[in-house]
């Protein structure tokens, strides 16, 4: 198929706008995959935080702390 330079200049513009957009829909998912992680650790910080003082009531009351028990090793 043979295109005309007119459209030739089409769809290499195309192909720019296109590919900005692209560009700017990546760097969009980055920020918000950074945002996500950020959360998810703040999370995990919370909950080791949590563990942390249950496990010492635990050991004040004498009893087993039934959360380790339970929970599967974190990969």
């Known amino acids: 198929m043979t295109v005309t ?6 769809y290499k513009q195309t192909m720019e706008v296109t590919k900005k957009s692209i560009e700017e829909i990546n760097s969009q998912i980055e920020e918000e995959l ?3 992680k950020e959360r998810l650790a703040e999370l995990q910080a919370r909950k ?3 563990k942390q003082i249950y ?3 635990c050991r004040i009351l004498g009893i087993e702390n039934d959360i380790e028990k339970n ?3 974190e990969a």
Request: proline content about 6%.
């Open 34 to 36: 950074a945002k996500v």
């Open 5 to 10: 330079d007119e459209q030739a200049k089409f």
């Open 71 to 73: 929970e599967e090793p």
């Open 48 to 50: 080791n935080a949590e």
């Open 55 to 57: 496990d010492g009531a």
